[in-house]
Structure formats: C-alpha cells, structure tokens
C-alpha cells in the first residue's frame, strides 16, 4: 500500500510541474519600453481545439516591432486543467514591448 501512495504522489507530482515552464521568443530588439500586455488563449481537450481567437502577438504589441513573447502554463492554468480533467485549457501569453 505505502509503495501505491508513493508511486501516486510521484505521477501526479510529474504531471502537476511538468507543464509549468515559460518558453520565450524574443523579435527584434527585445522589449524596450517597459509595457506588457497579458492575454489567456483558451482550448478545449488538452489544447486540440482553440476557443475563440488565439492571441495575437503583434496586434498585442500594438505594431511595435522590437518586443518579447512568453508563453507559460501559470498556476491558474493548470488548476483549471486539472479540475475539469484537460476539457479546458487556458493557456497565458505575455507580450512585453
């Protein structure tokens, strides 16, 4: 029994920080202004099916062409993931420009 809790708690430790980690994409200069603007993108079924329109970076950076994109799975995020199961899954985008 103890070696089925522990195997539980590794599983859904992976499962719960593996998502977490931002990836970055820097266009131009970098950001350079100091503004930041945050948006979700929403899906469906584990990111399969995007709701709505998914953000747009440059619209985002107000046609700034020196700015940064990150894209993380925040806490929030995943809390809503794993509550419904990965039927909804929101997704964050920070643009900084």
């Known amino acids: 029994m103890k070696k089925y809790i522990l195997g539980l708690f590794i599983v859904l430790g992976t499962c719960l920080t593996s998502g977490c ?3 970055t994409f820097v266009v ?4 350079g202004q100091g503004r930041e603007v ?3 993108n929403k899906y469906l079924f584990l990111g399969l099916k995007p709701i709505g329109t998914p953000a747009d970076p ?3 950076a107000k046609g700034n062409p020196d700015y940064s994109i990150t894209v993380k799975l925040t ?3 995943l809390l809503l993931n794993v ?3 990965g039927i909804y899954s929101p997704l964050t985008v920070t643009v900084k420009y």
């Open 58 to 60: 440059k619209v985002l």
């Open 83 to 85: 509550v419904t199961i």
């Open 21 to 23: 980690h931002p990836t």
């Open 75 to 77: 806490f929030t995020d």
């Open 38 to 40: 945050t948006y979700r």
């Open 28 to 31: 131009g200069n970098g950001p």
